[in-house]
């Protein structure tokens, strides 16, 4: 069976652990050159290093997605190694939960950083090697059930991924003509440490157990009780990326075992 990516080089943000290496990972074997980026060079190496060890292809690269020279650096350097940029995935995120009234300024605009600005950083950085190119190309954002639903406690990460979706609606119309599409995934807890570190945060604001966070907060509202898996979240992300038309752009899709259905 061929390979869906093969010849495509795909940059991926926050891609050294968790939702974003599940992605590259799988990129790799559906043939993609894949560049890791992320915070650490040397996490992103041993991700990258991971790919080459099972035939893959893959460069590690340091960068912080809310500086402005680092992403253009990073994504420059890597469309010189691989010979351009077909697919941006926009996935690198933190969290932090707490009510409103607590929230500093500073902790505000961290997530919103994070989580906005390096999705404006990394598309801009991108989508200028994939008009040049002329062969089109995917752009993906990692924004969550929380794109479309909220949740107590998380009053900036609800704002971001809400925004992430306005975001890749205009990258749709703009880069329409040229064959660049713009879509976003949307996923339900996913057990990674970013999930973990949040489960006894949340039981702490809320005065309840841990097994009741899990329970009765993140898969309450699911079809059969059970978290998405990184599997799950990257065959979306792989069914974006290898999507041969604009028929499929400017959308959203949620993959949470039926906690959000639209």
């Known amino acids: 069976m061929a390979q869906q990516l093969a010849g495509k080089v795909a940059y991926v943000t926050g891609a050294a652990s968790g939702i974003g290496k599940a992605i590259a990972d799988l990129y790799a074997q559906e043939g993609a050159k894949v560049v890791i980026a992320d915070l650490k060079q040397e996490a992103a190496n041993a991700a990258a290093q991971d790919i080459e060890s099972k035939g893959g292809t893959a460069m590690g690269v340091a960068v912080d997605v809310t500086q402005e020279a680092q992403v253009d650096a990073s994504v420059e350097a890597a469309a010189r190694a691989f010979g351009g940029i077909d697919i941006l995935v ?36 991108c989508i200028k090697h994939m008009y040049a190119q002329g062969r089109g190309g995917s752009i993906i954002y990692t924004g969550s059930v929380h794109s479309k639903e909220a949740s107590r406690l998380k ?7 809400h925004g992430l979706e306005g975001l890749a609606k205009v990258v749709a119309k703009e880069g329409g003509p040229q064959g660049v599409r713009a879509n976003v995934i949307c996923p339900g807890y ?51 990326a290898a999507f041969p038309t604009n028929a499929l752009t400017g959308q959203s899709m949620v993959v949470s075992h039926g906690w959000f259905m639209q």
Do not use: C, H
């Open 90 to 125: 926009s996935n690198a995120g933190i969290q932090i939960v707490k009510p409103v009234q607590d929230f500093s300024l500073g902790e505000w605009q961290k997530m919103l950083a994070i989580q906005l600005d390096g999705a404006f950083l990394t598309t801009r950085a």
């Open 155 to 161: 009053a900036p990460y609800v704002t971001a991924k």
């Open 190 to 240: 996913v057990r990674t440490p970013l999930v973990d570190k949040q489960i006894p945060e949340q039981a702490r604001e809320l005065g309840i157990s841990e097994e009741e966070v899990i329970k009765n907060v993140m898969l309450k509202e699911t079809v059969d009780g059970e978290f998405t898996t990184l599997d799950d979240v990257a065959r979306v992300a792989l069914f974006f």
